[in-house]
T-cell receptor
């Protein structure tokens, strides 16, 4: 069964450093998402992406965050200057069509900012 | 009012028990509804979609009441492997982001 993959599984970084989290969505999916989950809290939507542009973003997704699809397979989330409060699990998700279909989540990247 | 409200639990039940979870949502524009399960430190995984007429998948039954903005999940014959957090997830037609609550934690004991 096809699945969403994410790399790295864990990343430790110093405050102020840039990080890039990578995702490979399911191959025939067209809509892509990033969510995050701070330890002990609920999963929160960050951004959705379709046709090489952001379709929606949350208040969390400020100027420190960016997404891109540099090639036909990867979907990346960049945090330019990490803060302590960016420590969380970051999940990528994808779906073939928007709206009524469920989203499939990758295994996540656990980011720890020191 | 929170977008999604669930009893956080934990619900501690013995193997073989029947357990029910409830969820209320605030956005009446929500069109699609899902139950996800999340194991500790893992990604959310789809358990089942929820249809207006209600639906069943093996030991799991989901019901939707649009008038009351209420969704339920019934698990029959609980297994140890059912221990997880169960997330009620609505989404709107005009925005495809999923809205998660804190979920309901289930612990099945031998």
């Amino acid at each position: 069964e096809p699945e969403v993959t994410q790399t790295p599984s864990h990343q430790v970084t110093q405050m102020g450093q840039e990080v890039i989290l990578r995702c490979v969505p399911i191959s025939n999916h067209l809509y892509f998402y990033w969510y995050r989950q701070i330890l002990g809290q609920k999963v929160e939507f960050l951004v959705s992406f379709y046709n090489n542009e952001i379709s929606e973003k949350s208040e969390i997704f400020d100027d420190q965050f960016s997404v891109e699809r540099p090639d036909g397979s990867n979907f990346t989330l960049k945090i330019r200057s990490t803060k302590l409060e960016d420590s969380a699990m970051y999940f990528c998700a994808s779906v073939q069509r928007e709206g009524l279909e469920t989203q499939y989540f990758g295994p996540g990247t656990r980011l720890l900012v020191l | 009012r929170k977008e999604v409200e669930q009893d956080p639990g934990p619900f501690n039940v013995p193997e073989g028990a029947t357990v029910a979870f409830n969820c209320t949502y605030s956005n009446s524009a929500s069109q699609s509804f899902f139950w996800y399960r999340q194991d500790c430190r893992k990604e959310p995984k789809l358990l089942m979609s929820v249809y207006s007429s209600g639906n069943e998948d093996g030991r799991f039954t989901a019901q939707l009441n649009r008038a009351s903005q209420y969704i339920s999940l019934l698990i029959r014959d609980s297994k140890l492997s059912d221990s997880a957090t169960y997330l009620c997830v609505p989404s709107s037609y005009n925005t495809d982001k999923l809205i998660f609550g804190t979920g309901t934690r289930l612990q099945v004991f031998p």
